[in-house]
């Protein structure tokens, strides 16, 4: 499945069908932050730029994790995954 055509800018030039690592953990108070792998599905900047609420706020990225989650996450919380992850 091609992934959209998004533009390199933003973060580190992370677009949808790249592989990243992913902090978990932190934003849910469980304590100590755990990473995780997985493929950026969707790139939500627009979305993400327009608020939401604040009880629901709206994560920038949409990541298929290694484990088979689907887990959101904000520009803190991603990075380009090592080159021994790819």
């Known amino acids: 499945m091609p992934m959209p055509d998004t533009p390199r800018e933003g973060h580190d030039g992370i677009v ?3 592989r990243v690592r992913v902090r978990t ?3 849910t108070g ?3 932050a755990d990473w995780v792998f997985g493929v950026v599905v969707d790139d939500y900047a627009a979305e993400a730029d327009a608020g939401g ?3 629901a706020p709206v994560r920038r990225w949409a990541v298929a994790a290694d484990d088979d989650r689907l887990v959101f996450a904000d520009d803190d919380d991603i990075e380009p995954a090592p080159a021994e992850q790819n």
């Open 16 to 18: 949808p069908g790249d």
């Open 25 to 27: 953990g932190a934003a």
């Open 30 to 32: 469980g304590g100590d």
């Open 53 to 55: 609420h604040e009880w």
